[in-house]
């Protein structure tokens, strides 16, 4: 008897695996995107796992424009009156002092370890000239040895320590220029580390941060993201202090004196809750300019942009930026065909027919889509470019899954090829015997994974697969 059930359970797998669609039922019913991973259970999901009904606006948003220039006097006169009106929340530890000199003689090093003292002396004097001897920037709050975001932080201080010390003069009444240093070198790592993540999803005041940054910066945006990533990566090698300094040095020097001080700037307005950067942002010189630039580009408002970003997916291999709007954040609806860019219709809401170009109507789940689109069209079937499973719905989130970009129509056969070539094991793609082309791809990120159903419709429709 094992022998015909087991054959029996195997002949109702493979069943399931060539009739399952890829991407979510279709219309008429069925199995749903999810039941045919059994190797995945985790994945499965009903087909509306979000409950939410709402409407909102899927857009790319565009990196083609210049970034603002902030001067010196701008930047002086913004931090200034940001910190002496609204102190920032810097630590309140109490380190140590000459915290390098005592992990120096605390013992002998074996050899592996001699750069962890070398680098904590130097560490040490740095904050002796500084004015604040001992863990100035708060580094060792964690152990007793720098860690490799440590050393980031660091690097980071030495790269926006110069931009600051116009500043120092006006605010060392008041506060220790220092720990200002300290606030803001954290702040501005834990925000790129969430940009800098494998299609980062953010939300809350790190969106927030993202937009401003974005309408600031326009194409030196993804600048500011490469010259972080390469700091990242080189910190932890160093060894020494000046390695860490020449790390610092290099990131300033990539992305320039300009985009330097926009980083501090919106940094510094970042430090703190969602409500004060809501605040700060329209505060900012060069903020006008900024919102003018993306409202001419987009028919966005940039503030409206900002505080209404649900969600907000930065590709920085791809050089892309997507965000989730409500529809209220639109400031506009289509562009001109001949206005130079210039977006043609006012409204506070775009009308139903029409959106920024570049944008896609966005839905909270798949039954919401398919009630205002209606049918695929006769004998298709729809069908999620990225996929419509568990995994990339918390990664994601449901906007950017079911929208008018990224859910298409298929002709039924086809669309039934595509459902079995992800269910397969392709080792030439995967380099794994043991995983389906799905289990691969859901590990890409957003655009990876959008090329690619791209490139398997196109092979597949042409035969070649």
């Known amino acids: 008897m094992c022998g ?23 219309s008429g019913g069925g199995l749903t995107a999810y039941r045919y991973d059994l190797s995945t259970p985790e994945d499965a999901s009903e087909d509306d796992e979000d ?18 220039r ?44 001699a750069w962890q003292s070398d680098l904590a002396q130097s560490y040490g004097r740095f904050c002796e ?62 925000y790129m580390a969430l940009l800098l993540a494998p299609e980062p999803v953010t939300k809350g005041v ?7 940054m974005w309408g600031y910066l326009g194409w030196e945006f993804f600048d500011l993201l490469r010259a972080y990533a390469q700091l990242y990566e080189d910190a932890p090698r160093a060894s020494t202090f000046a390695e860490l300094r020449e790390v610092g040095e290099r990131f300033g020097r990539v992305i ?37 630039t993306v409202e001419a580009n987009t ?50 809401e775009p009308a139903r027919g029409g959106l920024l170009a570049g944008a896609h109507r966005a839905f909270r789940s798949f039954r919401a889509f398919k009630r205002y689109m209606g049918k695929a069209g006769e004998g298709k079937e729809w069908h999620h470019l990225v996929e419509k499973h568990g995994f990339n719905l918390k990664r994601f989130g449901a906007e950017a899954l079911h929208n008018t970009e990224n859910v298409i129509p298929l002709e039924k056969g ?9 269910s397969s094991k392709n080792f030439e793609l995967t380099g794994s015997y043991g995983l389906t082309v799905r289990e691969w791809i859901r590990t890409q990120g957003y655009e990876a994974q959008r090329s690619f159903g791209l490139y398997v419709i196109k092979k597949i429709r042409s035969g070649e697969w």
């Open 4 to 26: 015909p059930l087991r054959m029996g359970a195997l002949a109702l797998a493979v069943l399931m695996l060539l009739t399952a669609c890829a991407t979510g039922a279709p």
């Open 51 to 68: 409950s939410g009904e709402g409407e909102a606006v899927f857009s790319n948003l565009p990196t083609d424009f210049q970034p603002v």
């Open 70 to 113: 902030v001067g010196d006097s701008d930047f002086t006169a913004a931090l200034t009156t940001f910190w002496l009106q609204v102190p920032l929340r810097v630590s309140t530890s109490c380190p140590p002092l000459y915290v390098g000199r005592k992990l120096a003689l605390a013992s002998v090093p074996s050899s592996g370890e």
């Open 129 to 190: 000239r500084r004015g604040t001897p001992g863990d100035c920037l708060t580094l060792f709050d964690d152990g007793p040895r720098l860690q490799a975001d440590d050393k980031r932080s660091m690097a980071l201080a030495l790269a926006v320590g110069p931009a600051l010390e116009g500043v120092d003069g006006e605010v060392r009444a008041m506060l220790n220029p220092t720990r200002v240093l300290a606030t803001l070198s954290f702040t501005i790592t834990a």
């Open 206 to 212: 790190a969106a927030m941060f993202s937009v401003l």
């Open 256 to 292: 320039g004196p300009n985009s330097v001080r926009i980083l501090v700037m919106v940094a510094t307005a970042a430090v703190g809750e969602t409500a004060a950067l809501m605040s700060k942002g329209p505060k900012l010189p060069g903020f006008g300019q900024a919102s003018r």
């Open 299 to 348: 028919g966005l408002r940039l503030m409206d942009a900002a505080t209404g970003a649900e969600r907000v997916l930065v590709s920085v291999n791809e050089g892309t930026i997507r965000v989730v709007l409500p529809v209220n954040a639109v400031s506009m609806t289509a562009r001109n065909d001949g206005g130079g860019g210039r977006p043609a219709v006012e409204s506070n």
């Open 414 to 422: 086809l669309h039934t090829k595509v459902s079995a070539f992800y």
